[in-house]
């Protein structure tokens, strides 16, 4: 029975852990997005800067 619930418990922080990951990989790659979009406009505006 205590080794029942203790591989729930296991189970269950394990469960929490992927969760978390996942969603700290998220935010990483919309922040990552974010910076490349901000490159790339940057790089539009200095093209357009250096034409003139």
Do not use: C, H, P, W
């Not at 029975?1 to 203790?6: A, D, S, V």
């Amino acid at each position: 029975m205590k080794l029942n619930l203790l591989l729930l418990a296991l189970l269950s922080g394990t469960a929490v852990y992927a969760f978390t990951l996942r969603r700290q990989l998220k935010a990483e790659q919309m922040r990552g997005n974010m910076y490349r979009d901000i490159s790339a406009r940057l790089d539009r505006r200095v093209v357009e800067l250096t034409a003139r």
